[in-house]
C-alpha cells in the first residue's frame, strides 16, 4: 500500500510541485490551502507523513502543528516543515510545537521523497 | 508541456495575484485601512513569490525578493514603522518585483542597478550595512539537509563509526522515532545495534510517555561524520547523542563473518522490543482519554472549519466555457423557434405544449444567466493595475495624485474586462497628465496640491458603467476648438455648443500623435479610446466643468454574447432594439406629430418634444413615410441622455436575442450594432440606437458637419 502524505500549502506553485514530486514518487497524496483546511482534510485523508508550510493565510503552520499533535489519533504522525534557513528560530519554534523534522526550501523532489521515507513509520 | 513548465505557468499567473495583493495591502497600509492581517499578507506574498521564484532558479528574482522580505518581516515583528515613506519604498519595491516577476516570465532583462537601488534602500530601512542587504543573492538557503559537499576520506576512519542515542522524551512527542533512525544507518553500511534497557523502571513505575531506553549502534562504513550526523539531524537535541569512530577491528579476524554475524541478530531485535514495550504503552493513552468526546468533537470543528473555508473552486480551459456559451446561444435560438413553430400551430396559451414551453423559456434562461455568470469577473482586475500607472505617471509628470476607486467588485464578462483595460489606462492617463493641473497651480486656484482621480464601476440598467473623472481644470474649450479649427476639423464660423467641443476630442485626427498603434502610449487620440469602446457594443461620453474637473463616463453591455430585444418590423424587415435603450412605447397621433424645416419632424411627448427618427429611412430601405401615425414609435434615450422617437411599423415582441457580429462576419454598417438569428432562421439586424440618432440629426454624438446643418 502506498504512503499517504498531506500537504499544506498556500501557494499553489508549491502544492503542485509537491504533487508532482509525491505523485512520482508513488505516494497517495492528499492536500489542504492552510492550517485550517489542513486540520479539517486531516480526519479524511488519514496521512502517514503530513509536510507543512509555516507561513498560511487563517492559520499558520505553528497552529497547524500544536493543533495536530493535540489529537491523540495523530500524536505519532510525523511531520516535515517546509522551511526557509534564513530563520532558525521559527524552525525551533515548529519543533517546539511538535514538527518532526523539516525540509529546506527550495527542495529538489528527491531530497524531498528522501526525508519523507526518513520519517515515515 | 511538459510537467513542470506547466508548474511554473501556475507559478506565473499565481504570482499576478500575489503582486495583485501585496499591492492592495500595501495601500491600504498607507490609508491606514491595513491591520496586523494585512501586513501578515503582505510578507506572505512576497515569500510565496520568492518560495516558487527559488524552485524555479529564478536568482535575480529570489536576491531581491528576499531582501523586500526581510524588511517586511521587521515591519510585520513591529521592529520597524510602518509610515509613509516606508510605504512609498515599499510600493516602489512592489512595482520592481513585477518588473523581475515579467522579466522572469518573457526571458527579458530588468535593471539590476535599479533593482540593486532598490534592494539597498530596502536594507537601509532595517538598518542593515547596505552591502549585505543590496542585490547581492541571500545566504545560500539550503543546504541543511542534502547538498552538503561530501567530504571524502580526510575525517572517515577505516573501521567506521559507532552512535550512542539515548532519547529523550521529547524525541517522540515530535513523532521521531529510533526504527527510521536505525533504517537509515542501515542504508549507509552494515550495522549492529545494542539496546541498553537498564533505564526500564519497572511497569507500575513506567511513563507511558516517557523514555527510558538508550542504543548504541556500529556502523561499519567509510563515510564521513557528517553523513551519520545528518541521519540525527531531525533528533538532535532530543536526544543525548554521540558519534565516535569505531576502534579498529584487530588484524586477523574475519570480518565477513564477524559481519554476517552482526548483521542477523541486529537490528530487528531493538525494533522488535521497542515495539513490545510500545504495545504496552500504548492501550494507556485510549485509556487516559477516552475517544468519545474526541470523536463528538472532530465533527463539529471540521464543520466550523468549513463554514469559514473560502468557497471551493475549479480551473477550466477557458475555451470549453466558450463552446458551453456557443450552445447555450444555440439552445435559446432554437428555443425561440419553437416556440414561435408552437404559435404557428395554434395551440392554446394554456395548452399542456404552450405551458410547457414557457417552463422550457424559463429554464433556458437560467442556464444562460448561469453560464453567462461563469464568465463573469470583477473589474478588480483591471482596476488593480492602476495604482501602478498612476504612480509613474504622477512620477513623471511631477504631479500628485490620489487614485480612487469604487465598484471593483462589480462583475462583468471576461472578455468585457480583458478589452476594458486599454481604454482605461489610456484615460487614466490622459486625466493625471491633461486634466490635472500641477501643484502650483492648484494652490493657486485653491485647491489642494495633491489632484484626485476617480475611477469607478457600477451597473446601471443592464449595462456596466465605468466612470473616469478628474478634479482638474475641465477642458479647456476655447482651446480645443482652437486646434479643431488649426487641424482643418471644424469650420472657424461654426457654432458649437459646449457639449459639441467636448465631442471634437474624439474626433480621428484630433490627437496631436503620429502612432495610433499603441493604444496606451502617450498622446494617442480619444478617437482609438472611442472606437474600441464602440468595438465592445459601448458608448463614451464626456462631462466637464471648467475649473473643477472632467469625467469620462463608459457604458458597455455585460456580455457580448446576448441581448433582451424589442422585435420591430420596419418595412419588411425585422429588427431588434435593445431593450435598455428603450423607455416606452406609443402609438403617434397625428396632433402630436410637427414638422421642423425641410425634413425634420418632432414629436410630443408629454410636456417636450422628441425628434422623430423614420428608422425605414434612416436606413435606407423606403422613402420617408408621410404617414408616421400608421406606426409604432419606440422612445429611446441615449446615454447622454438625449431622447428620440424611433418609427417604426410594428412591434412582434420582446426577446432575447443571441448576438452575432456583423463586423467579424460582414463589415460595420452605420446604425446597426450587430445581427441575430431569430427563431424561423432568418437573419435579423440589431439597432444602434445611438448611431441611429447621431445619424439623423440627433445631438449627442454629434459630427460637427451635421449638427451645422441642423
Redesign the interface.
Known amino acids: 500500500m502506498s504512503l499517504k502524505v498531506l500537504t499544506v500549502d498556500d501557494s499553489r506553485t508549491m502544492r503542485d510541485m509537491l504533487m508532482l514530486a509525491l505523485k512520482d514518487a508513488g505516494f497517495d497524496v492528499a492536500q489542504a490551502v492552510d492550517g485550517v483546511h489542513g486540520l479539517e482534510v486531516l480526519g479524511q485523508s488519514n496521512p502517514q507523513v503530513i509536510v507543512t508550510d509555516i507561513n498560511m493565510p487563517r492559520m499558520d503552520g505553528f497552529g497547524f502543528i500544536e493543533g495536530v499533535r493535540k489529537d491523540p489519533r495523530y500524536r505519532g504522525v510525523p511531520i516535515l516543515v517546509l522551511t526557509t534557513e534564513s530563520d532558525p528560530a521559527k524552525k525551533d519554534r515548529a519543533r517546539q510545537a511538535g514538527a518532526t523534522g523539516w525540509i529546506v526550501k527550495p527542495f529538489s523532489p528527491a531530497k524531498l521523497v528522501e526525508a519523507i521515507r526518513r520519517v515515515a513509520a | 508541456m511538459d510537467?513542470?513548465e506547466?508548474?511554473k505557468g501556475?507559478?506565473f499567473?499565481?504570482c499576478q495575484e500575489l503582486l495583485a495583493d501585496l499591492e492592495a495591502g500595501l495601500m491600504a497600509l498607507e490609508t491606514g485601512e491595513g491591520d496586523d492581517?494585512t501586513i501578515?499578507?503582505v510578507?506572505?506574498a512576497v515569500?510565496?513569490v520568492k518560495?516558487?521564484a527559488?524552485?524555479f532558479?529564478m536568482d535575480d528574482l529570489v536576491a531581491f525578493a528576499?531582501v523586500f522580505e526581510?524588511t517586511l518581516d521587521e515591519m510585520r515583528g513591529g521592529r520597524l514603522a510602518i509610515d509613509e515613506p516606508a510605504l512609498k519604498i515599499m510600493l516602489r519595491a512592489a512595482d520592481m518585483l513585477s518588473d523581475h516577476v515579467g522579466a522572469a516570465q518573457h526571458g527579458t532583462d530588468v535593471d539590476l542597478a535599479r533593482s540593486a537601488a532598490l534592494a539597498g534602500e530596502l536594507a537601509a530601512m532595517t538598518q542593515e550595512t547596505p552591502a549585505v542587504g543590496a542585490a547581492a543573492p541571500?545566504?545560500?538557503?539550503?543546504?541543511?539537509?542534502?547538498f552538503t559537499p561530501l567530504k571524502v576520506g580526510l575525517d572517515s576512519p577505516a573501521g567506521g563509526w559507532r552512535v550512542r542515542i539515548r532519547p529523550a522524551a521529547g524525541m517522540y512527542?515530535?513523532?521521531?522515532?529510533i526504527?527510521?533512525l536505525l533504517r537509515?544507518m542501515e542504508r549507509l553500511g552494515p550495522c549492529t545495534a545494542v539496546l541498553d534497557d537498564d533505564g526500564l523502571p519497572d511497569l507500575e513505575a513506567l511513563d507511558a510517555e516517557g523514555a527510558y531506553l538508550a542504543w548504541t549502534i556500529d556502523l561499519t562504513a567509510d563515510c564521513p561524520r557528517d553523513t551519520v550526523a545528518e541521519v540525527f539531524?531531525?533528533v538532535d537535541?532530543d536526544c543525548s547523542l554521540s558519534i565516535e569512530p569505531l576502534a579498529v577491528e584487530p588484524p586477523g579476524l574475519d570480518i565477513e563473518a564477524l559481519l554476517a554475524q552482526a548483521r542477523q541478530p541486529a537490528p530487528p531485535a531493538p525494533e522488535g522490543e521497542v515495539q513490545a514495550v510500545i504495545d504496552q504503552v500504548v492501550p494507556a493513552?485510549?485509556v487516559a482519554?477516552p475517544d468519545a468526546p474526541?470523536d463528538a468533537a472532530?465533527p463539529a470543528?471540521?464543520s466550523a472549519?468549513?463554514a469559514?473555508?473560502s468557497p471551493a473552486t475549479i480551473r477550466v480551459d477557458l475555451e470549453r466555457v466558450d463552446r458551453l456559451i456557443d450552445l447555450v446561444g444555440e439552445l435559446v435560438i432554437n428555443q425561440a423557434m419553437l416556440a414561435q413553430r408552437v404559435g404557428e400551430s395554434g395551440f392554446a396559451r394554456s395548452s399542456n405544449v404552450a405551458v410547457g414551453l414557457d417552463e422550457l423559456e424559463q429554464l433556458t434562461r437560467e442556464i444562460q444567466d448561469s453560464v453567462m455568470a461563469i464568465r463573469a469577473q470583477p473589474v478588480k482586475s483591471v482596476f488593480q493595475r492602476m495604482p501602478r500607472l498612476v504612480r509613474e505617471i504622477a512620477a513623471s509628470t511631477g504631479k500628485e495624485v490620489r487614485l480612487v476607486t469604487e465598484g471593483e467588485g462589480t462583475e462583468v464578462d471576461k472578455t468585457v474586462i480583458e478589452r476594458l483595460s486599454d481604454p482605461i489606462t489610456h484615460m487614466i492617463r490622459n486625466a493625471i497628465d491633461h486634466g490635472l493641473e500641477s501643484p502650483a497651480e492648484r494652490r493657486a486656484a485653491g485647491k489642494p496640491a495633491e489632484g484626485t482621480v476617480r475611477l469607478a464601476a457600477l451597473h446601471r440598467s443592464g449595462r456596466i458603467v465605468i466612470e473616469v473623472g478628474d478634479d482638474g481644470a475641465g477642458i479647456n474649450r476655447p482651446r480645443v476648438r482652437q486646434i479643431a479649427i488649426d487641424k482643418g476639423l471644424i469650420d472657424p464660423e461654426a457654432l458649437l455648443s459646449d457639449e459639441e467641443v467636448d465631442n471634437l476630442l474624439f474626433l480621428p485626427g484630433f490627437s496631436t500623435a503620429s502612432a495610433i498603434s499603441n493604444i496606451s502610449g502617450r498622446g494617442v487620440g480619444m478617437d482609438v479610446v472611442k472606437r474600441s469602446i464602440q468595438a465592445l457594443g459601448g458608448r463614451i461620453t464626456i462631462t466637464s466643468n471648467p475649473g473643477k474637473g472632467s469625467t469620462f463616463t463608459m457604458s458597455l453591455p455585460l456580455t457580448l454574447a446576448v441581448l433582451d430585444g424589442m422585435v420591430v418590423s420596419v418595412g419588411d424587415q425585422t429588427l431588434v432594439t435593445p431593450l435598455t435603450s428603450i423607455i416606452e412605447t406609443l402609438q403617434p397621433k397625428p396632433a402630436d406629430v410637427r414638422t421642423l424645416g425641410p425634413s425634420s419632424r418632432v414629436i410630443a411627448v408629454r410636456d417636450a418634444f422628441v425628434p422623430l427618427i423614420d428608422i425605414g429611412a434612416v436606413l435606407g430601405w423606403r422613402p420617408e413615410t408621410d404617414t408616421p401615425c400608421a406606426g409604432v414609435c419606440l422612445l429611446v434615450e441615449n446615454e447622454g441622455g438625449g431622447r428620440a422617437a424611433l418609427l417604426v411599423d410594428g412591434i412582434q415582441g420582446q426577446r432575447q436575442v443571441v448576438i452575432k457580429s456583423l463586423e467579424a462576419n460582414f463589415q460595420q454598417v452605420a446604425g446597426i450594432a450587430a445581427a441575430t438569428i431569430l427563431g424561423d432562421g432568418r437573419v435579423a439586424l440589431i439597432l444602434d440606437v445611438d448611431a441611429v440618432i447621431a445619424l439623423r440629426g440627433g445631438r449627442a454624438t454629434a459630427i460637427p458637419s451635421l449638427a451645422l446643418a441642423s
Open positions: 510537467a513542470l506547466q508548474i501556475t507559478f499567473q499565481e492581517e501578515n499578507a510578507f506572505r515569500h510565496s518560495g516558487g527559488g524552485a532558479g528576499h526581510t541571500p545566504e545560500p538557503e539550503a543546504d541543511e539537509m542534502g512527542a515530535k513523532a521521531n522515532d526504527a527510521p537509515e539531524e531531525f537535541g493513552i485510549p482519554q474526541t472532530g470543528r471540521a472549519a468549513a469559514n473555508a
